[in-house]
């Protein structure tokens, strides 16, 4: 190649413009940090427009009085934790399904958006503790001997590397209730529109100028991100070739200065935007937040739900304590 | 860093959570004292711009990329009340609204990254930066060390929380219920990871955002030290130990209220116990508080697979009544908005 003068030296030079990877070079950059960003920005947006969409779907979860439908899942979240054998929470996982399909959740959705990062980080952590080098117990599958303890450097390795019962059992456990609780998590957010969710937090006896910055926050937040995506993307289309370390951070410390500036000159305008408009100090807010007698069956069956999957997991252990 | 809920077991969760309630309270109280009716707007702002610093991807040397917290910039810049709130409002939307950190873990993840993250970073700052001037390279470093320091403690709390889950709670066979590493095998993973990488990334960062604040934008700098809360400086240290000694009275609850039998550890954990855990504590827990006992009935182990069938069948009938009765309900609700006419 070098031979061919056709082609001038500069273009072949391995500096090249990051304008496109679109090409069957072979070679694959790691992604550049400001698509990066421009990319982690899109997905926020377009996660929080799609949850909202599914939560217009008229489900049932929708339809419950938003107050009572974070109660319920905070509850049921409590009954998450609580539980401690593997086929309750197989259980509970099953009832969740059910509660997503009668939400008109799609549930390809809704197991694919949990399951395929819940292994993923649950999963790789809580890897090593099925082997007994991390934690003592029954063991199950033996991989290794080495007929004597071993010792390496600091690590001090047992007879037999072995798959534990305890381990195993332990490991799915932590996955599982993980797997549950987000899942759990993931309806709610997208059974609900923030405002909604919002005000059903007021019950909480949070006071009502938290929720007052909590409501401002999420309005602002969404103002913000289109703020980096403007510097990102105005980034991007100026820089031809590959920039040195130094000029990356140069360029995000002073995205992140001004980023903070632009909200700290923000907090001012909006202020006095409030004062003209006769903001003292004092939030007030309109409630039209009703309780009908659907909400209350809602309660009683999520109730009685919750306290079969604890006592049933209560007489599990009580008989067995196989799993 | 953020713990996801199903790590940590409720007691944990339920002493950190009480724990941050007079924490949030005197932050408000605080924040209303300095920012009056500012602090709605001012606060609002800090909460999404927590939230949006962690979008920036800051490349690694390796190709990959990180997100710095930000926490310590925010109580730079607000100081330490504000950003309590400001970093707590940011975890509860990432919990709410995209799944990010659990929901009952909040109280965990707010003790971490809001609340001791924000005061070790702006006491660091202010002992270091000291009195001088705005544009001084003492006001950088000290920014430097402050946001190195800050994620490490944060780092190291979440490690803490995490390695004592099996300490306290286990089956009699020793199987964890919640998180599965002690704090031998948590601590040094999360150091390492946050003193090399994590603690550099943010450092560097944060120092030299506030030397772009140097060049760019002093009156930012100068925010905070001249509300007048330099004066109140010794007062709220006062608080932060009130708060730190509840925390201390509450943790033994969660000792207290464990279902693990505490006459069945292994010499070696034993040993390890004692070395954190107060004698004291050990011996007013060394009571069998069993409250849901893992042990099977003597007799029982033969026929395990006989009476899990039966399990297996009553297990099957109880979730076919919950569809049942989910079923029901929803078409309990759709009859009643037909007649409603909605």
């Known amino acids: 190649m070098a031979s061919d003068k056709t082609i001038p030296d500069w273009l072949l030079e391995d500096r090249q413009a990051v304008l496109c990877r679109c090409g069957g070079v072979g070679i694959r950059k790691k992604s550049n940090h400001l698509e990066k960003t421009i990319n982690d920005v899109a997905t926020v947006l377009k996660e929080s427009v799609f949850s909202d969409r599914l939560a217009n779907n008229r489900g049932m979860m929708q339809k419950v009085d938003p107050r009572v439908r974070l109660v319920t899942v905070v509850f049921l979240l409590a009954i998450t934790a609580l539980v401690r054998h593997i086929p309750t929470l197989v259980g509970l996982y099953a009832f969740t399904l059910m509660l997503a399909y009668f939400s008109r959740v799609p549930l390809v959705f809704f197991i694919k958006r949990v399951w395929l990062f819940v292994p993923f980080f649950t999963g790789l952590i809580v890897l090593p503790s099925i082997f007994n080098v991390f934690r003592p117990g029954d063991p199950l599958i033996n991989l290794i001997s080495f007929g004597h303890p071993v010792r390496i450097g600091l690590i001090k390795l047992p007879e037999t590397i072995a798959i534990t019962r305890q381990g195993l059992t332990g490991a799915g456990l932590i996955i599982l209730r993980v797997g549950v609780s987000v899942s759990l998590a993931v309806l709610l957010t997208i059974t609900s529109r923030w405002a909604e969710l919002l005000k059903a937090l007021r019950i909480f006896f949070i006071p009502r100028i938290f929720i007052m910055v909590l409501e401002m926050t999420y309005r602002y937040i969404f103002l913000l991100l289109t703020v980096i995506t403007d510097m990102f993307v105005a980034r991007k289309s100026r820089s031809v070739g590959e920039e040195n370390a130094r000029e990356k951070r140069s360029f995000l410390s002073a995205g992140i200065g001004a980023l903070f500036g632009k909200a700290y000159y923000l907090s001012e305008e909006i202020h006095d935007a409030m004062i003209s408009r006769g903001y003292t100090g004092e939030a007030k807010t309109i409630s039209v937040l009703r309780m009908t007698v659907q909400d209350v069956i809602w309660i009683i069956l999520i109730l009685l739900i919750g306290l079969f999957f604890l006592g049933g997991d209560f007489i599990f252990g009580r008989t067995t304590g196989a799993f | ?342």
């Open chain 2, 1 to 342: 860093m953020h713990i996801p809920d199903g790590f940590l077991s409720p007691q944990t969760m339920g002493g950190l959570g009480l724990g941050m309630i007079p924490v949030w309270i005197a932050s408000a109280a605080k924040t209303a004292k300095n920012l009056k009716i500012k602090q709605v707007p001012l606060l609002s702002m800090g909460a999404a711009f927590a939230f949006v610093i962690m979008m920036f991807n800051i490349p690694l040397p390796n190709g990959t990329t990180v997100h710095p917290a930000g926490t310590a910039l925010i109580a730079i810049v607000l100081g330490p009340w504000a950003a309590t709130i400001g970093v707590t409002i940011a975890l509860v939307i990432q919990a709410l609204f995209f799944g990010d950190g659990g929901f009952w873990a909040l109280g965990a993840n707010s003790f971490n990254q809001a609340f001791a993250m924000s005061f070790v970073a702006y006491y660091l700052y202010r002992l270091i930066s000291g009195r001088s001037e705005i544009t001084s390279a003492r006001r950088w470093i000290a920014a430097a060390i402050a946001a190195f320091v800050s994620l490490n403690v944060s780092a190291l709390l979440t490690a803490v929380e995490l390695g004592i889950q099996p300490l306290l709670f286990h089956t009699a066979d020793g199987k964890a219920l919640y998180f599965p590493y002690t704090l031998s095998q948590t601590i040094p993973p999360m150091l390492i990871a946050h003193l090399t990488i994590g603690g550099a990334v943010e450092a560097l960062i944060t120092a030299a955002v506030v030397r772009y604040f140097q060049k760019a934008n002093q009156p930012l700098l100068a925010l905070y030290s001249s509300s007048k809360a330099v004066p109140q400086a010794k007062l709220s240290l006062r608080k932060v130990w009130i708060v730190i000694l509840i925390l201390v009275i509450l943790s033994p609850l969660g000792v207290l209220a464990t279902g693990a039998p505490w006459g069945e550890f292994a010499p070696e954990e034993l040993k390890e116990i004692i070395g954190y855990i107060p004698e004291g504590m050990a011996k007013v827990s060394a009571p069998d508080l069993n409250i849901l006992p893992d042990y099977g009935l003597p007799g029982w182990e033969n026929t395990i697979l006989q009476t899990s069938t039966g399990y297996i069948l009553s297990a099957i009938a109880g979730l076919a009544l919950i569809f049942l009765a989910v079923y029901l309900f929803s078409k309990f609700q759709s009859k009643g908005e037909k007649s409603s006419g909605i």
